[in-house]
């Protein structure tokens, strides 16, 4: 009979993947919270101290980091002499693990979380049995994220057993779980500890490009994992064909303008340099001083507002060519307008101001540069004039 190692801090779809198991006549090793889970739902389990002989321990803190666990993860079922092993010492393989880790990100998001609280959520045995089952993928499926357990089901169901590129596969993501996780603990205790010499991030990929700057480049375009405002990773895509990699870094420009201004505002930009821009009274006032500023360079360029987008401003655009439009909003009628040029691409990105600061991140060749960005704006003052002649007081900013 085959045997499941389940250990997990997110539920999501468990119950539903264990029965799955116990269908296919699997045997179900389960500890803690996740034990008491399964019995509730009626779900036969063996508990993790039955396996080991030995108790939970320290309140939950030794419970899985035992022979009888990873001597039955990690054994090579090629290697005669580690089943022989494995005999001789009364330990039974186990062919499936099923584990997620503690919620440390969660719990240090938290207001007013202690040193004390995030030590706590901080696994040692769930990564060292993931670590354990993604090193013997060629013998053990290793599923730490519930979106998986569709695939795996269906591959045991179909086969009686997962493939080997689905295990690679498995293996793969597993290392990346653990890895995460431990780049989010190591952030946050150099940052107790005072220690800001390393520097860990982590992106999500959102799509991948047809190319890079030029087409004989790949690229990808990767988005940060908590939502930002002024980002284009988070931005909605309302219509138009997919984003460029010039698409992106041009409309990343044109945010990072609409950015310094919170009276209404429009900036026209081509190739991340502006070719127009103006305040107004109104975005529809805006949108036609930023135009006449250069009608010329606006063609094929970006335009973007910070005030919802109009049926005025609309009508306003269409007869001109635009690769991209953007704005918080939008009125129904203004996407009645622009849904009539089907290329144009239209994005709705949050423009909240939380105040938060924002990291820049430049590559240069072999390093990276990081800042704070500059979203500080400062106000002009006839003083500021560097000029001989000072223009009339009317031609300053109020």
Known sequence: MKRALVSVSDKTGLVEFVRGLVDLGWEIIATGGTQKLLEKEGVKTIGISEVTGFPEILDGRVKTLHPKVHGGILARRDIPAHMETLKENGVETIDLVCVNLYPFKQTIAKDGVTLEDAIENIDIGGPSMVRSAAK??????????????????????????TSP??????????????????????????????????????????????????????????????????????????????????????????????????????????????CGAAVGKTVEEAWQAAYEADKVSIYGGIVGVNR??????????????????????????????????????????????????????????????????????????????????????RRWPT
């Not at 998986?148 to 057993?161: I, W």
């Not at 982590?202 to 790949?218: A, C, M, T, V, W």
């Not at 239209?346 to 101001?353: F, G, H």
């Open 308 to 393: 919802e987008l109009t049926a005025e401003v609309a009508r306003g655009m269409k007869p001109i060519f635009l690769e991209i439009v953007i704005a918080p909003s939008y009125t129904p009628e203004a996407l009645e307008i622009l849904s009539t040029k089907k290329n144009l691409r239209v994005m709705q990105v949050d423009m909240t101001r939380d105040g938060k600061p924002v990291p820049q991140y430049v590559s240069v060749n072999g390093g990276l540069l990081v800042q704070q960005l500059d979203t500080q704006v400062e106000q002009v003052t006839p003083e500021m004039c560097v000029t001989k002649v000072n223009p009339p007081r």
């Open 165 to 274: 590129e689905t295990r690679l596969k498995l293996s793969a993501k597993a290392y990346t779980h653990t890895a995460e996780y431990d780049a989010c603990i190591a952030t946050y205790m150099r940052a107790q500890a005072g220690l800001p010499e390393k520097l860990f991030l982590e992106y999500d990929i959102k799509q991948g490009l047809r190319y890079g700057e030029n087409p004989h480049q790949s690229a990808n375009f990767y988005a940060a994992l908590e939502p930002a405002p002024f980002s284009l990773a988070f931005a909605k895509q309302i219509q138009g064909k997919e984003l460029s990699y010039n698409n992106i870094q041009d409309a990343n420009a044109a945010l990072n303008v609409l950015r310094d201004f919170e009276e209404p505002f429009c900036v026209a930009l081509k190739h991340m340099n502006p």
């Open 136 to 161: 013997n993928w060629r013998d053990v499926t290793i599923v730490c994220n519930p979106a998986d357990y569709e695939t795996v089901l269906a591959e045991l169901r179909e086969n009686g057993t």
